[in-house]
């Protein structure tokens, strides 16, 4: 019995000798340890990018606190919470690690959608570009063809002028027009009188048809018609049935569809002769109306 | 024999318990597994970015490593087994340290060569 006494009491003081650091405080060294670890815990962003590196510290903070509740060797307490210290920052950089790889993942990508916008926007800019300079070609063309087209009309027109010219110089020609200072002056040598009559004579149409087409196919012109007499009977009688004569052409024309507004009509009785009086002959032709050509602005044409 | 008794257990039982923990002697295996894994972590962090990045940290693994060989020389297992397990997370920690500032750099690159290009974009964009 009193062996087993003594057996307790030395088991005890040898307990006593292991536990004397046991029944303090802990070490500063698991202190800062558990502490380090729990701040690291805390931070969800760690267990969440470095879950094995979290994991091996955990284990390490384990480790150091059995040993601390076992067999407080101090040192080896201390070893282990180094060990933990050091777990945590592994754990940490992982995590640091891993989260700039996420960014950096993001920033790949987002620099590929953006290379991959500008080179779309670069080549819309270009294919713009290109469309624009196609179109302003086009415009040119066109443009060069519309300048075409009008040269040529003008030149169709030129031409038309110069044929109407002739056309008219023909037809002038025909009438036997001279050209004078008061325009083209027409003697109607078929267009003639009989003596004291102011009617057209039979076959004086012919003339009169064609100085109808005449004007009907040169709107602007305008025509004065002057009548005339021999030197048989008074001025002032010969002066009102030249005046007549005339207005027999006029109402020709008129008839004829050619508005009254182009045609004055005047007589100058026995002036301006075109044969001697002193014959039968030269008095039928000095019985005559004489047609002067102007155009619209009262020029001569 | 109560006189022998007595001795042998209030004595002898703490002093070899004293000397055993002290010394750590013969009860304590060679930790050769330990000062392998370090000599491996050591190595893995001499190839990675940790001599450019963080050579304080390497540096402590390879001292450590090596007071880690003086002391399995000398029989100190103990000593030896602790050194070997902190020159192992040391190497962790360089490697751990070097990989995470590598990493920084490059999303750094990256942001800034997005940066420039965009600045680039808006200036092409607005013409001269």
Redesign the interface.
Do not use: M
């Given at each position: 019995m009193k062996?087993l006494d003594?057996?307790d009491?030395?088991?005890a003081?040898?307990l006593m000798?292991?536990s004397m650091a046991c029944a303090t405080v802990p070490p500063p060294a698991l202190e800062q340890a558990r502490e380090n670890y729990q701040q690291m815990h805390r931070d969800d962003r760690v267990s969440a990018q470095a879950p094995v590196?979290s994991y091996e510290a955990s284990q390490a903070l384990r480790r150091t606190e059995q040993a601390w509740e076992q067999s407080s060797?101090e040192i080896?307490v201390k070893?282990l919470a180094?060990?933990t210290n050091?777990?945590v920052?592994?754990a940490r950089?992982?995590a640091?690690?891993?989260a700039?790889?996420t960014?950096?993942q993001q920033?790949?990508q987002?620099?590929e959608k953006?290379?991959l916008e500008?080179r779309t926007?670069e080549a819309e800019r270009a294919k713009q570009l290109a469309e624009s300079r196609a179109r302003e070609v086009q415009i040119a063309q066109q443009e060069a063809e519309a300048r075409a087209r009008d040269s040529q009309e003008a030149q169709r027109k030129a031409q038309a002028a110069t044929d109407r010219a002739a056309e008219l110089e023909k037809r002038f020609a025909e009438l036997k027009a001279k050209q004078t200072d008061r325009g083209f002056e027409l003697t109607l040598s078929d267009v003639l009188f009989e003596f004291d009559k102011a009617n057209l004579k039979a076959g004086s149409a012919r003339s009169l048809t064609k100085i109808t087409e005449f004007l009907r196919e040169n709107p602007q012109r305008q025509i004065t018609i002057e009548g005339y007499t021999d030197n048989v009977g008074s001025d002032a009688y010969n002066r009102d049935l030249s005046q007549r004569r005339a207005e027999t052409v006029r109402d020709f024309f008129v008839q004829n569809g050619i508005s009254a507004n182009r045609i004055s009509a005047r007589g100058l009785g026995e002036e301006y002769p075109v044969a001697s009086n002193d014959t039968e002959a030269g008095r039928q032709q000095n019985r005559r109306v004489q047609i002067i050509i102007v155009d619209e602005k009262g020029q001569a044409g | 024999m109560y006189a022998r008794?007595?001795f042998s257990?209030?004595v002898s039982?703490?002093l070899v318990?004293?000397v055993m923990?002290v010394t750590g002697c013969s009860t304590v295996a060679p930790p050769k597994e330990q000062l392998a894994a370090a000599e491996l972590a050591v190595q893995q962090a001499n190839k990675s970015k940790a001599p450019q990045y963080s050579p304080l940290e390497l540096r402590m693994a390879m001292d450590k490593l090596d007071e880690a060989k003086r002391a399995m020389n000398k029989k100190e297992y103990t000593v030896a087994r602790?050194l070997a397990?902190?020159a192992l997370?040391?190497a962790?920690?360089a490697e751990?340290?070097a990989?995470?500032e590598?990493?920084?750099r490059?999303?750094s690159d990256?942001?800034q060569?997005?940066e420039t290009?965009?600045r680039e974009?808006e200036r092409s964009?607005r013409g001269g």
């Open positions: 062996r003594n057996l009491l030395c088991a003081a040898a000798s292991l590196a060797d080896e070893h180094y060990l050091r777990r920052e592994i950089e992982t640091q690690q891993k700039a790889e960014e950096a920033l790949k987002e620099r953006f290379l500008t926007r | 008794n007595f257990l209030w039982g703490p318990f004293t923990s602790r397990e902190e997370v040391d962790q920690v751990a340290k990989a995470s590598d990493a920084r490059a999303a990256l942001r060569s997005l290009l965009r974009a964009s």
